[in-house]
């Protein structure tokens, strides 16, 4: 790879990751109104309000920045970008199209899995450095959560690795049909919850409950610290989307798939971000323990069912 072909890759997986989570930003705002009955913006930038993210980043650049006096100052101030880099790393290596992704790498799934759990880490960094008890209180449910919610991620993920029989998130495409759909489901349901969980997205939203802990491990932060953690939190839904369209949904797979494929990937995608979104305003929070119970007493036995399955499935040829 040439030194201009790896510019252009990194400026189109930057531009990609600065564009797609504020799309999922504003089809939030749009898809929770009119499932609540009312129109969502309408004004910022004239049609429905397509501009209101980018009004939002304004204002809160124009936000002072503030660090406590008693807070950990590296760390507070380090914990945005702990919990934004890694999904940025983590979009770089989903495959959009055949041969088409920034970093193909052989362990690309081993890659996003450690990826997205170093990104959880940075709401654990805020809630601590904040020294605020609001904020350790939501640093320590977000570790809680990352804890329980990890192993059923990687439990799905390595059913759908041992059935392709590959650790590369490209060749796992290529070799998709659409039998996994049924052979999968539950693994794919594991997985779906699971992420959600892992974004800390309603209904698991518990490290940052605006109602008991005002806004988590978040309280403390200002201006685009601030900012930083929202998309995060988007770019989280993107990456999470984007895998699950890749591994269950066949990713650029449809007709016209080798001039259409990335179109493909991004529409699946983009029809999982709409279900997370949905997710949000159908379902009221859960408590604490029925978090854990659900993890443990049903989600991993789920997850290791379906990956008896699949062992058993590619021992037999199916």
């Not at 495959?95 to 450690?114: E, F, M, R, T």
């Not at 489901?185 to 209904?203: M, N, T």
């Not at 201006?223 to 591994?247: K, P």
Request: proline share 5%; glycine share 8%; charged share 10%.
């Amino acid at each position: 790879m040439t030194l201009l072909e790896a510019s252009v890759r990194a400026a189109s997986v930057l531009a990609a990751f600065l564009v797609l989570p504020l799309l999922v930003g504003q089809a939030e705002h749009k898809v929770m109104a009119h499932m609540q009955g009312r129109l969502g913006p309408m004004y910022a930038g004239g049609f429905h309000g397509w501009a209101q993210l980018v009004a939002d980043g304004v204002k809160f650049v124009q936000k002072e920045d503030i660090t406590p006096r008693a807070a950990d100052r590296w760390v507070f101030r380090l914990a945005p970008a702990v919990a934004l880099v890694p999904y940025l790393l983590a979009m770089a290596t989903i495959p959009v199209h055949p041969g088409v992704a920034a970093v193909d790498v052989p362990g690309s799934v081993v890659l996003v899995l450690a990826a997205t759990s170093v990104g959880a880490l940075g709401t654990l960094m805020a809630g601590w450095a904040s020294a605020n008890k609001y904020a350790l209180l939501g640093g320590l449910r977000a570790a809680a959560q990352l804890v329980s919610y990890e192993l059923p991620i990687v439990l799905a993920i390595a059913s759908v690795a041992l059935a392709g029989g590959s650790l590369s998130l490209a060749t796992l495409t290529d070799r998709w049909s659409p039998w996994w759909l049924l052979w999968q489901l539950p693994g794919a349901v594991v997985f779906l919850v699971a992420a959600v969980a892992e974004l800390q997205r309603p209904p698991f939203d518990m490290p940052v409950a605006d109602a008991e802990l005002v806004m988590g491990a978040w309280t403390e932060y200002t201006g685009l610290r601030f900012a930083f953690f929202l998309l995060s939190e988007y770019a989280g839904i993107v990456v999470m989307s984007l895998l699950f369209a890749t591994l269950w949904l066949g990713g650029w797979h449809g007709p016209f798939e080798d001039t259409l494929g990335w179109v493909w990937t991004l529409l699946k995608g983009l029809a999982v971000a709409v279900l997370v979104i949905w997710v949000r305003v159908a379902w009221p929070r859960l408590r604490e323990d029925q978090l854990q119970r659900l993890a443990w007493v049903w989600l991993v036995p789920l997850a290791l069912a379906q990956l008896l399955l699949t062992g058993a499935g590619v021992v037999m040829g199916w």
